[in-house]
């Protein structure tokens, strides 16, 4: 019988509960009495009008009350943080260094506690989450070492406002972050929506302890957008996240002298033709899933010459069916989690009973793994993975980012039809193509419309020196990683490259 807390109270249950109560020892001021989250800002912390839970996927439980700010308060704190910049711009870039390497010395002091507290926020398996953490404080040691050069006859712009998706909060927002705020910025980050708050603001504490004019705000993003984009004080906006967000945020910004680098969705296809390397791909395949395909890398799209179809499934469906779906923290091994919440799950399931109502065949549906749960454990965020075949045009799953382990396979008869296929979302951050011909690679590399391209093999976002952007629709303003990171959010001789309007 399964041990207990309060009345039917599992005990692994209380495990986010333990970890809330060891983070309100490491860093008190961030919580009030009541041991709810503040807002930092401007080396204030802010008392909201209102909390809003933090609701972990894994089993449903809240986890901590984060701020809920009002756009009054918002733009109030765009007005302090802003009041952060001369002082911190007009320190020494040697003094900013050594601020940021102090902060990322109490980051590696509460790693751990942070790690554990992302895989709850947000449903990474430890592995995960320490990867997300540990990219983001070897990305910016990396930065530390080079930015001497970087900075070169350069000067920060001001105040920068961070949107970001809910999925890499380290690697890629605090990451930016810190990369802002060591280029001479300060800076204003939103909670993502839909989860990775609770860790998010017990690292932004630890920023705060050492020294970083950096703030984190969180609320409703229609009630914070108009202070977190259009404020005159904004100097720059770096956004991640879908493209009618991200469309609307470009159409506020492209006329402005505002600086700014906008990361949207796009469709990531794999394309096979002439090609028999089969265990390669399956591993390419298996890989592919890596936190159920909640990546705007994410591979989801598969376009396939007619002829070898019926390999692919094969190689497919035995890559796949070794996957192991489950809770991500007892201590089985799993390969993925749950999805950011119930309700992108039940999202998915719908689109895809959708589509086979439609006539798309369901060429293969994972089970999840019963021994990786707990008894009763509420499991409505958890979906394995799914192959669908033959989605009609109509579908919207046949042009859209699913954002999770949701395969669309595609059977094409010519090389231009290969090529249509591939390109159906206007531009897209990564796409591959698979052949054993390299002049066959190279020529159709060349025409497929995504920033990074591989040839039998996957691409990802990259980090450190890598550049990444998108095309077409994927992407709007400058581009980043490495000395693009930098520039995006300075000025000097050299212009920030990127996907500028024409």
């Not at 904004?234 to 700014?260: Q, W």
């Not at 579908?395 to 382990?405: A, D, K, M, T, V």
């Not at 897209?428 to 995504?450: F, G, N, Q, Y």
């Amino acid at each position: 019988m399964l041990e207990t807390g309060r009345v039917g109270e599992p005990l692994r249950h209380l495990e986010s509960r333990r970890l809330l109560i060891e983070a309100r020892r490491a860093v008190p001021e961030a919580f009030d009495a009541q041991g709810r989250l503040l807002s930092p800002v401007a080396g204030r912390w802010v008392v909201p009008p209102a909390w809003f839970s933090a609701v972990s996927p894994i089993d449903c439980s809240v986890i901590a009350e984060l701020p809920l700010l009002g756009a009054s308060q918002v733009a109030a704190g765009v007005e302090h943080a802003a009041d952060e910049f001369a002082p911190w711009a007009a320190r020494p870039l040697r003094d900013r260094a050594r601020a940021v390497a102090e902060a990322v010395v109490l980051i590696h002091a509460h790693r751990d506690l942070l790690i554990r507290i992302l895989a709850w926020d947000i449903g990474k398996t430890l592995p995960t989450a320490s990867n997300d953490v540990d990219r983001c404080l070897a990305g910016i040691a990396w930065y530390l070492e080079r930015m001497d050069g970087m900075l070169e006859d350069r000067e920060p712009l001001g105040l920068i406002s961070n949107i970001a998706s809910w999925n890499y909060p380290f690697s890629v927002l605090l990451l930016n972050v810190l990369v802002q705020a060591l280029s001479g910025n300060s800076v204003i980050a939103k909670i993502p929506t839909q989860g990775g708050g609770v860790s998010l603001t017990i690292a932004f504490a630890l920023l705060r302890r050492a020294g970083l004019p950096v703030s984190l705000v969180g609320g409703r993003g229609r009630d914070l957008s108009e202070a977190l984009v259009a404020h005159p004080r904004i100097a720059g906006v770096a956004f991640i996240g879908g493209r009618a967000n991200g469309g609307e945020v470009h159409r506020r910004l492209r006329d402005t002298d505002k600086r700014y680098a906008l990361e949207m969705e796009g469709v990531n296809a794999y394309a096979i033709t002439h090609f028999s390397d089969w265990d390669r791909l399956a591993g390419q395949i298996r890989a592919g899933f890596d936190f159920g395909k909640q990546r705007c890398t994410a591979y989801t799209r598969w376009i396939v010459e007619k002829s070898l179809v019926p390999k692919f499934v094969r190689t497919y469906v035995d890559a796949v069916s070794t996957l192991r779906v489950g809770h991500p923290l007892l201590g089985a091994h799993v390969d993925f989690g749950p999805l950011i919440s119930p309700s992108k799950a039940e999202e998915l399931r719908a689109l895809i009973a959708e589509a086979r109502e439609l006539g798309t065949e369901l060429l293969h549906q994972g089970e999840l793994a019963e021994d990786a749960f707990t008894e009763r454990q509420e499991r409505s965020a958890y979906l394995p993975p799914v192959l669908l075949f033959g989605i009609p045009r109509d579908s919207e799953l046949y042009l859209r980012e699913p954002f999770g382990p949701v395969d669309i396979l595609v059977s094409v008869d010519s090389e231009e039809e290969l090529l249509r296929e591939a390109n159906v979302s206007n531009g897209a951050l990564v796409a591959s193509v698979a052949t054993d011909d390299p002049e066959l690679a190279r020529r159709i590399a060349a025409r497929l419309h995504a920033f990074k391209v591989g040839i039998n093999a996957l691409r990802s976002r990259g980090d450190r020196e890598e550049s990444f952007g998108g095309r077409g629709g994927s992407w709007a303003g400058a581009f980043v990683g490495g000395t693009h990171l930098v520039r995006a959010f300075t000025d000097g001789p050299h212009p920030a490259e990127g996907n500028w309007p024409t």
